[in-house]
């Protein structure tokens, strides 16, 4: 039967053709694989030379996949154990950090440690580029390496440790100070490389404080935007879960000028997580010290700096949610002496859900912000329902995740978020009614939550009120409020418009017990309830709308 061969030959030619294309797909993929390792070789047999280190860089920086096969390629062709041999040279640690991903690291301790007495040489090659260099190009690039091994691997971090590089970056910190011009990128790489270094090494931090280490952090929260940045990460590092440390950092006086930069609006403009930083590290001394904890107690401003820490303390949390699927969600809390709690739900903005704020604005060429059209697919961002067991101040923080991984395209996605405390139904005080969904702009109280640096008050969120932050930032948005036990809240984090694209992290943290749910499903999403932005909302340039 002719038709019924021919039936049964089609889907053996098809077959064929798939394997064909596979089998083509698979030998040029190895001729590229054999390409690349040609190139790698080349260049790790010309380190140290500018070029290999350029062109290694260049490799890994392609894209995602290429870094994948330049790492496994180089780690094949034994670079690591080539770096082993040339930490004497100021190219081998520029280019360290860029070509040893966690298997590559481990190669290169396996190859310090192979020969002990070459091992220890290239560990006082590395010290000497960090302390004894006149060259501050050296310098950094030293410390690069160092924050680069310390990041990558704890095994690394315990090398660095055991061959004295804490105290040889405080070193490197006590030269600076002593120039006329400290040279500022290198107390920037100095201070990011010993945060790196403590992370969970207790002996070390007790023993750079013996050797006034804080001073010298201390004096650098006056300098630049980077150096303080750098600066208030490594003290929060040194404070972290240590009792001992974060009692000498409130008693050396660390807490005003932390507190300080919380406040500084003109610093705050330029970069506003170098508060996020202030914060963490103070949480980190406040959870840590009942003495720094009394200290902050004592201060006018104590009810504003509780929320900033509370913030801080629920960023911190819902990070370990960054990674996962949308709809995961975590409890967490802490004890004595800040007693805290907080609920933090992972989620993601697309599609109908990326529907942006109400109200959208547009940006004129004179800079300033007017309203473009009113948004009624508000209501198809993502809801969530908040509970509060008792009176309480909260602090609502909404991250985005991928904000970092942006950076290198200049993509960014402005976010908000609005609590909205829902009415009550006449007949059922524990449901909603119906109504919900038709409600008069009228019906809800708008209330504005203004920067803490600006206004130190905080607003109370009741039945038919809604607030949100008067202004918006790119990375994370903040909103302070007062809730009431009793009140059903609607929670929405959105973008400032619509199309924005990305994942978010949601925390909400208080001193009482409160509790984020799931999306809401049998509750009447609230239509745009938006007739006018709130008088003087700001986009994150500070331009009025």
Known sequence: DEGGGGGGALPVLEQMLEETQAEAAEELAAEADEALRA????????????????????????????????????????GPARLAGLLHSPETSYVL?????AEGTADFLAAIAAEPEAGSGAWRHLTSLLVDAADLRSKVYAATAIAGLARTLGEAREALCANGFGQALLQCLQWCSTQAVPP????????????????GQEEL???????????????????????????????GRLAGGSEACSDHLARVGALPGLCALLWDRALLGNDAMIAELAALALANIASSSAVAFSMLSERDDFDALKLELLGALGLAAGSRLAKEEAGSMTDYTGGHPLDYTGSSVCGRWEGRGAAGAGIVFEKGADGRYSKSYDNP??????????????????????????????RKTNQSVELMVSLIGLPRGQDDEEEFTEAVVQLCPADFTWVQDRPSYEFREIPEVHEACWACPSYWRTRKAVLRAKAKAGIKYLLVPHTARPGGVTSFVVSVTSTEDVHLSPPLTRWHKVPTPIVEWPLGAR???????
């Open 377 to 406: 697919n508000f209501c198809d961002n993502p809801q969530y329902a908040l509970t509060v067991a008792a009176d309480c101040e909260i602090c609502v923080t909404v991250w985005d995740t991928e904000e970092e991984a942006r």
């Open 184 to 199: 500022q990128e290198v107390q920037r790489h100095a201070c990011t490389a010993l945060a790196e270094l403590l992370e």
């Open 205 to 235: 931090k007790l023993a750079l404080i013996d050797l006034g280490v804080l001073r010298l952090l201390l004096a650098l929260l006056t300098t630049v935007p980077d150096v303080i940045r750098a600066s208030v990460t490594c003290i």
């Open 39 to 78: 190139e790698v070789s080349k260049a790790v047999a010309d380190l140290p030379s500018v070029g290999a280190c350029n062109g290694l860089r260049a490799l890994v920086e392609q894209s995602q996949q290429a870094r994948e096969s330049a790492l496994r390629l180089f780690r094949e062709v034994g």
């Open 539 to 545: 986009a994150s340039d500070g331009t009025r709308a």
């Open 97 to 101: 950090p860029y070509v040893l991903d």
